[in-house]
């Protein structure tokens, strides 16, 4: 196993992982700054992120040397224990701000919805690989394949959780080939359905959330307040920032969940216009190598896989960075690599193994990945 991992990491796409493995190191030292003024927790905190990051890397070289192909082999049951932690978070989670999403057993909390990304894309490449959504009965079929972990996850209620699987699956039925027509026909559905959901599904809170997104001074101390605090640090970073640790929205506790759902504001108060560039740069970089992976993927599944991660890692980016500067609506869904939490990043870095399988398989058959000039 030994001689096979270090195969693997000589052959792996760097670039992504060295990106990866940036911000999260940014990470770290963001929630050290932000907890270090909300709670006085910044050093336990940063502490436990830097072991998730250890235990985040350790399982990403296993699935890099398990490989995609035999965790493609496993998606069903993977997909079916997923529904089964989701129904169980339903019916045993302790709420926890209203929300039910957290699972303990022998001390250890997770979120299940985080895992859920990850056996997601595999259910869904190996689905619509095997049954291709070019017709109304397949594609109806790929979309009751999802409808089960968003429901699960509105029950909760999820909201965000429920939009990322969404997203996930529109980026991998655009990928698998599904006609315009049945995926115009989606997004007009969906556009009709907003006002439905909105009353009849979402909580007071979430449709609160919607309204201060429109005007955040109609309830500037209560719903909006987030919002307010959120611009107001990010506004006052300037062009280079006030300077590691000198953000004063977070130490003096205006700006809340500063190391969970703000963290970009946080990051843009201490590091600027031009930190935010380097951040997004990085994303950016990491997110272009992700996609030449699969375009440069002989393999069908391996396509959808990948269309998989790279929508649901762009998603999180631009609606955390959105709902910062009052873009999106506030979901409090995490920044990957950077915000706090265990359960976000190891499913990421889950996700990366996998991309990185797909890469090792393509260097391994000397695909060369690279653009072709002609």
Not at 84 to 102: F, H, R
Request: glycine share 10%; aromatic share 12%; hydrophobic share 50%.
């Amino acid at each position: 196993m030994w001689d096979s991992l270090k195969e693997d990491l000589a052959s792996t796409d760097r670039i992504m992982l060295g990106c990866a493995l940036m911000l999260s190191l940014w990470g770290v030292f963001c929630i050290y700054s932000a907890a270090a003024g909300a709670s006085g927790r910044g050093f336990d905190l940063a502490v436990k992120q830097s072991a998730w990051l250890m235990v985040s890397i350790g399982a990403m070289l296993v699935v890099m040397v398990v490989g995609h192909h035999k965790l493609l082999e496993g998606a069903y049951p993977l997909f079916g224990l997923t529904l089964l932690l989701l129904l169980l978070t339903d019916l045993l989670a302790p709420k926890v701000n209203g929300a039910q999403s957290w699972l303990g057993f022998g001390g250890v909390r997770f979120q299940p919805s985080e895992f859920a990304k990850v056996t997601i894309i595999l259910m869904m490449s190996k689905f619509l690989s095997r049954y291709p959504p070019y017709d109304l009965k397949t594609f109806a079929a790929g979309l009751g394949v999802i409808s089960l972990p968003v429901l699960l996850v509105l029950i909760q209620p999820d909201a965000g959780s429920a939009l990322v699987y969404l997203v996930i699956s529109f980026g991998m039925l655009v990928s698998a080939g599904t006609p315009f027509k049945y995926l115009g026909t989606l997004v007009g559905l969906g556009l009709a359905g907003i006002p439905i959901i909105i009353m009849f599904f979402l909580k007071e809170y979430q449709k609160n959330r919607i309204l201060v997104f429109i005007d955040p001074m109609r309830d500037p101390l209560g719903a909006g307040y987030n919002v307010i605090q959120s611009r107001i640090a990010v506004g006052s970073g300037g062009l280079s920032g006030k300077g590691f640790m000198a953000g004063t929205q977070s130490k003096l506790k205006f700006l809340p969940e500063p190391h969970t759902d703000f963290i970009f504001s946080v990051f843009s108060e201490e590091f600027g216009f031009i930190g935010n560039l380097l951040l997004i740069f990085l994303f950016s970089v990491l997110l272009f190598r992700i996609i030449l992976t699969g375009v440069h993927s002989r393999d069908r599944r391996c396509k959808i896989l990948v269309s998989g991660v790279a929508s649901w890692l762009w998603f999180q980016m631009f609606e955390s960075m959105g709902m910062s500067i009052g873009l999106t609506p506030v979901t409090g869904l995490p920044l990957p690599f950077l915000s706090y939490g265990g359960s976000s990043l190891l499913a990421t870095f889950i996700a990366l193994g996998l991309v990185a399988s797909v890469y090792i398989e393509g260097v391994s058959t000397k695909r060369v990945f690279y653009i072709n000039p002609q």
